[in-house]
């Protein structure tokens, strides 16, 4: 669950509304479900256009094994799993309904043997997990990226991704609209994340439009 509550928007639509109706998600019609009725009750989960992308990475790369910071409802974590029948997911939740709504919905997907669902601070559980990890997810709480990020270079195997989401934050973060005065930490935050994968000699990093932003690095093999 994200630091600070918004509902999924289309923001595809803003800048690109021809391409955001080609942004279809192939995933189980009891996954469709789950998705619909969490946009209904205003859950932030991925939309369509992050979703494809998602979903696109994780099956070119055919991870072993994927880390998720954020598992909100469950449906990230479980379209990665219908795409990496391979893989062992483990996706970490801080509050207590939505991990619990996960668990279930996992169970309804028929992917619990694969997803270890974790109920905690992202923070407290990565320094104790152990990697690698082939795919990270991140789109937990957005001030804490940069805090996160030491730890998540330490986890993600050489040649592995890191997909951070979120990272353009309405235009706040790239400068393209005014900051409200109360988001103005979150957006530094955010900001001193790009500019640390951005620098960091051990990735290389795209931030691209889709979403609300998406910072895309990988690790450097050695």
């Not at 909100?72 to 991990?99: K, L």
């Not at 919905?105 to 082939?134: H, M, Q, T, W, Y």
């Not at 940069?146 to 050489?158: A, C, F, I, M, Q």
């Not at 889709?210 to 990988?218: E, K, R, T």
Request: net charge negative; charged share 25%.
């Amino acid at each position: 669950m994200d630091d600070f509550s918004y509902a999924h928007r289309d923001t595809s639509a803003s800048g690109a509304a021809g391409v955001a109706r080609f942004n279809v998600p192939h995933i189980p019609p009891e996954l469709q479900n789950i998705r619909r009725e969490a946009f209904a009750r205003e859950i932030p989960v991925a939309g369509d256009e992050t979703l494809c992308f998602l979903m696109a990475q994780a099956a070119a790369r055919r991870p072993a094994r994927i880390l998720e910071l954020g598992t909100a409802v469950g449906t990230s974590a479980a379209a990665m799993a219908y795409v990496c029948p391979q893989a062992q997911i483990v996706t970490v939740e801080r509050d207590e309904n939505f991990y619990s709504e996960a668990v279930k919905n996992f169970d309804i997907c028929g992917i619990s043997p694969r997803v270890n669902a974790i109920l905690g601070d992202a923070g407290e559980v990565i320094s104790k997990l152990e990697g690698p990890f082939d795919l990270i997810f991140l789109d937990s709480a957005k001030v804490q990226y940069v805090k996160y990020l030491p730890r998540l270079k330490e986890l993600l195997s050489s040649g592995g991704v890191l997909i951070a989401d979120d990272v353009l934050l309405f235009g706040w973060a790239s400068g393209e609209a005014e900051v409200p005065k109360k988001r103005r930490m979150l957006a530094l935050h955010i900001e001193e994340y790009l500019r640390a994968v951005s620098t960091d000699e051990q990735l290389i990093t795209s931030v691209i439009r889709v979403g609300d932003g998406i910072a895309l690095s990988v690790k450097r093999q050695i």
